[in-house]
């Protein structure tokens, strides 16, 4: 391995944390190969442990000799851990200097750059500043899309100790394929291509010649053993009047040449594999199969990226063996024509595409497909025109997104959920204040029917509906992140006991109910009767799929707590999941699983696959909007074994419980709700403000009204001071928030009753003041009238 020449650290406790760290992970691969049931790598994994326990003995050895000889033999120990990653590795000390690297990570930036000041561009060193700031403060840090030779990088920074950075450069085999090429082009692969007739030579993006093969070498310099990198690969070639491309050291004598770029790396600043063929036969040796395109055949079949070969007729001529692969194709039954490969809804396009590259189309393009083994998963491809190789037409290529794709593919979920949850809590805001006036007006009716009247009956069923409307907003809410939370500090397996004699009510007696608890759970803070939502919602849906999948035998639902450590979390490599302690709730059913086109659409609101009439399509949305609401992560997937499995992650409530006061004695509430004294009402919905104005006012109450803020600061220049301020959260021209403050200025005591249909807790975070009520819409006239009264008693 060639070594960073680094002499070793003063300080030799600096190699205690770097050991430590690569022998435990040597440690947990061995743990996951041993239940892979591949016991003999296992072992050597163990090895390589125990060499890093080794390495760590040595180094507390040191801390009792300081000759120089010792700390050499444990860097050299720990250069060989470093080795035995795939990863591009480097450690850095707190004052920023490299310390040691990998042979890896040399190949990767060309020499010993210190991070974060490597060869990339300006903001990938900003980004990779950003995340050694973060693994100082938070012991982990991270940087994605670090653009190297046009593939992407993701950037691993973590805390070993209090005085290092372990960096590690993660997806550099894309950037290996360069390498491997190169090597191929250079050794005997290149001679064998060159006996067929084939000349190979790997381009910088500037057009330089990073390696060439020899015949390539021979025929462009005269002899196989001058060297070509370098150098510009235009000045090799000349072009005639009739467009035919030749070598300038043969002349316009020479033989004409067929050039062929092969796609295999994208992005600008990646390397290109250029191939070039002789137009009249091969100079050299007779071709492999008599063909040109039987040159190009044994060229793409020593590519490691996916290319596929079509004729005129859309029909495949040839895939190697990393198109198979990527494409999941049978080799027992191999599919005619590209549009076998996907979905039904993308047959047509690339049929179009193929057929229009075919007939003559110049360059290339770009397009996205679904396969049928795969049709969550898009893949993108670049489909381009060939010419002169004999059958095949069009070049297929795939792109390897890899973890960008699936990291992109997160992002624009992510994107999307919010987006709907934004809609749906503006929805169900202005739904509020249709069904706070409906209910409101319901009431007032009431109060002058009795329930002899005839019209009462039907008062009451306008009133039943209107309250089944309000908890269909609620849901919307709940998806939105803007309902009410009570949120308490409290234990996962209480929660469980609390709900679990409903839940065997509800699952019938076909479903099994098994609850599981772990040891050394940590406290949640959350909204005990939300969470108890959640579980029934989950066990509603698993027991529904369950009896559908088995109407006699029904199944078991499976409830577990379990606690998840920081270390696990770190083991996972989520990249939505953040690291830390958290208690898991995990769900599970014996069913026939969520089909994998469903799965990404489950948490949209409105979506279900229940009949038409059962099921409103809020469940899963309404979970969904409780769980994140809650500052917690929810998974969805299906088991090996068949049956989905819902996977909750609640963060472990860090501070310490508080103890318990003794409860103060509840306060008597008055048994009627007559009131005086002067209510402001501000509200812009002139429903909702008619509402609120009669019902205070049948109360005994002196109410006078605004439509905004501006206009009751106007009126209240004129009037004495008011007993209670009523008023809307979000209103034109002016909020109750900032009216609040203004008529605070003035009369700093007066008591505030907002109403809102948004989350009381969000608007707490948004609104500074004391003496502050909250009344959640819709609301009744009952419910006003005892609001009021409630916080005129308390001042």
Known sequence: MASLPIPAPKNPRALLPLAAAIGAG?????????????????????????????????????????????????????????????DALAVTDRAGRLVCANSRYEALFAGWPTPPSLPVSDASIAALGAAARTAWRDGEGRADGIQVFGAPVSARVARIGEESLVWRFIGVQALDLAARVESLIDGGTGDRLGAAGIMTVMLSPEGRVRSANRVFRLRA????????????????????????VRFEREGLGGTPLRVLQIPFLDGEDAPMLVTLLDEEGAALAPAIGGSASAHVRSLIALLPSGLALVDRDGRFVNMNDAFVR??????????????DLVVREDKAALA?????????????????????????????????????LGDAAV????????????????????????????????????????????????DLMLMRHSPGDGDYDDIQQIRANSNRAASLTRQLLAFSRQQTLRPQVLQLPDVISEVSNLLKRLLGETVVLDVKHGRNLGPVRADPGQLEQVVVNLAVNARDAMLAANPNQGGTLTIETLAISAAQVRQMDDDVLPVGDYTALRISDTGTGIPRDILPKIWEPFFTTKEVGKGTGLGLSTVYGIIKQSGGFIFADNKPQGGAEFTIYLPVHAAAEATAAPKAPARVKPADTWGTGTILVVEDEDMVRAVAERALAKQGYTVLTAENGEVALELLDTIDKPDLLVSDVVMP???????????????????????????????????????????????????????????????
Not at 326 to 339: D, F, K, M, Q, S
Request: overall charge negative; some cysteine; aromatic content about 6%.
């Open 26 to 86: 040597f440690a947990a691969a061995a743990i996951i190969l041993l239940t892979l049931n591949d016991r003999a790598v296992a072992v050597g994994f163990v090895a390589a442990g125990l060499l890093a326990a080794g390495g760590l003995f040595a180094a507390r050895r040191l801390l009792a000799s300081d000759t120089a000889a010792e700390e050499r033999t444990d860097w050299a120990v720990a250069h060989a851990l470093a080795a035995a990653s795939d």
């Open 221 to 244: 310099l005269g002899s196989a053993d001058t060297p070509a990198e370098g150098r510009d690969f235009a000045r090799f070639l000349i072009t005639d009047s009739s467009g035919l």
């Open 326 to 339: 990527a494409t999941r194709v049978n080799a027992a039954a191999p599919p005619l024509y590209p549009g």
């Open 352 to 388: 179009d595409a193929v057929r229009r590259f075919a007939g003559g189309a110049a360059q290339s393009a770009e397009m996205t497909i679904r396969l049928q083994d795969a049709p969550e998963e898009p893949v993108a491809i670049t489909i381009a025109g060939a010419r002169g």
């Open 395 to 442: 070049l297929i290529s795939l792109k390897d997104s890899g973890e960008e794709g699936k990291l992109k593919r997160q992002v624009a979920q992510a994107t999307k959920m919010q987006a709907v949850g934004q809609l749906a809590g503006g929805v169900a805001h202005d739904f509020n204040n249709i069904l706070t006036a409906i209910i409101g007006h319901c």
């Open 733 to 795: 021209l002016m909020d109750g928030p900032t009216m609040a403050r203004r008529i605070r200025e003035k009369w700093p005591d007066l008591p505030i009753l907002f109403m809102s249909g948004y989350a009381e807790e969000q608007l707490r975070r948004s609104i500074d003041l004391d003496n502050v009520a909250f009344l959640p819409k819709p609301f009744s006239v009952q419910q006003l009238a005892e609001a009021a009264r409630d916080i005129l008693t308390v001042t």
